[in-house]
């Protein structure tokens, strides 16, 4: 049988870069190339996976989410050799660019997929408040619709992705996750420089800006699929894409704020310090606590919150320059 286990501001922009020159994802880790690792992942394979002998049962559930016998050892041993070391007051080590995680219900990551589900749940009630207080005239609504929906689809793919770590699930993941940040570039100058408004010549210009982002992101995607999956470039194209667009969040707010006096004008920048907040978990990795809890999956979490804030705050500008509106008329 398988082997079992052993008993957005410049302090901000200081930390994305941070983050950018020193977060990068590797295959290759310090527990790959331990030999007492290798060995059992050896030893394992040849006793239950090798031909001439009975494998051992592997749950349903498990199968259905691809587990097989080689990975079941990997699993098995990677958590043999962690218990080793922490039994001899070693540190705990990465595998395959990972921490050794404890699996539920066959998840790999359980805390990422289920915060990721609680940020798709964010933005599917952001859409509920955008379609429930927003009228459809207003020309702003359609594009926060489709802020809505690209959320919901980089999270659903993050929960994919958190359950089992493949070449595909892996792409997909990151594919939707820099759409949704290059779509909240796209959106933000639209809102704030007035392109859903204006004549002939304004509709020429947003045109144009739409043509750029689809061309950006093609490029983007081209870059990662055909010429080098770059997790250094991937981290820094989606962290300049975030500053520049907190950048005029927070210059929008401040503006807002300036001339209207009111709180609520002043979220912006609340969301802005927020996020930067929660991506300095990133620079703080630590083993998980308890075999699942991580940086990683206390960032996703850390989104949560600001993302409701954030529909709150395009429903009520919707509704103030709704009233400054008629107010002209």
């Not at 990972?98 to 359980?110: A, D, H, S, V």
């Not at 392109?195 to 800006?209: P, V």
């Amino acid at each position: 049988m398988i082997l079992r286990q052993s008993f957005r501001l410049p302090l901000g922009l200081i930390w994305l870069a941070a983050l950018c020159l020193f977060t990068t994802q590797v295959y290759a880790s310090y527990g790959d190339r331990l030999p007492e690792f290798q060995r059992c992942v050896e030893v394992c394979e040849r006793e239950n996976c090798g031909s001439g002998h009975a494998s051992t049962a592997i749950p349903l559930l498990h199968r259905l989410l691809f587990w097989n016998c080689p990975s079941e050892c990997d699993y098995t041993c990677q958590h043999i050799i962690t218990d080793q070391r922490v039994a001899a007051s070693e540190s705990i080590v990465q595998f395959h660019g990972k921490w050794p995680f404890y699996r539920f219900l066959g998840m790999q990551e359980p805390f990422s997929v289920f915060f990721s589900l609680l940020n798709f749940l964010a933005h599917q009630n952001g859409l509920s408040k955008i379609t429930s207080n927003i009228p459809a005239a207003y020309t702003m609504r359609k594009y926060y619709i489709y802020l809505a929906y690209f959320g919901m689809a980089s999270w659903v793919f993050s929960v994919i992705f958190h359950m089992r770590d493949f070449r595909l699930t892996e792409q997909l993941d990151y594919f939707a996750a820099g759409a949704s940040v290059l779509y909240s570039l796209y959106y933000a100058p639209i809102r704030i420089f007035r392109m859903d408004q204006g004549g002939k010549k304004t509709k020429s210009l947003l045109r144009a800006w739409t043509g750029l982002c689809i061309a950006l992101y093609a490029a983007h995607v081209t870059y990662l699929k055909w010429y080098a999956w770059d997790y250094t470039y991937n981290i820094a194209a989606n962290v300049v894409v975030g500053m520049i667009q907190n950048l005029m969040w927070s210059w929008f707010s401040f503006e807002k704020y300036r001339k209207s006096g009111r709180f609520w004008t002043m979220w912006p920048g609340l969301v802005v310090a927020w996020i930067i907040l929660a991506m300095s978990l990133e620079l703080l990795d630590f083993p998980p606590l308890w075999g699942c809890l991580d940086a990683h999956s206390l960032w996703h979490l850390g989104t949560v919150g600001p993302t409701m804030v954030w529909y709150n705050f395009l429903v009520k500008d919707a509704q103030d320059d709704m009233a400054g509106a008629r107010l002209k008329a």
